[in-house]
């Protein structure tokens, strides 16, 4: 009888000790990860909804204007006759 006690102990330790890494686990998915996805659901609603005219900077910074759109790339205008081909995800932000 006496060695079932202990194993019984033995396991609730073992479980009891798991209990911070799963808190710590969650606390994480909803500070970091959830966050995270949360911001890229917005970004491709963004870059799905891009039309001809529309202000975007680009990651590197690029401002300029729609000039054009296709599937999966973008044509914008940077300066007077001046037109460069991005991809769509690297449009970082539509300027209102």
Do not use: C, W
Not at 29 to 44: G, S
């Amino acid at each position: 009888m006496g060695e079932n006690g202990m194993q019984g102990a033995s396991q609730a330790g073992a479980l009891s000790s798991f209990i911070p890494l799963i808190l710590m686990f969650v606390i994480f998915y909803f500070l970091l990860i959830r966050p995270q996805q949360k911001k890229t659901k917005e970004h491709q609603n963004m870059v799905s909804n891009l039309k001809k005219g529309d202000a975007v900077i680009t990651t590197g910074g690029i401002h300029g204007r729609i000039t054009s759109t296709d599937d999966s790339t973008v044509t914008m205008e940077i300066a007077e006759k001046v037109r460069i081909k991005v991809t769509r995800g690297n449009i970082s932000a539509v300027k209102q």
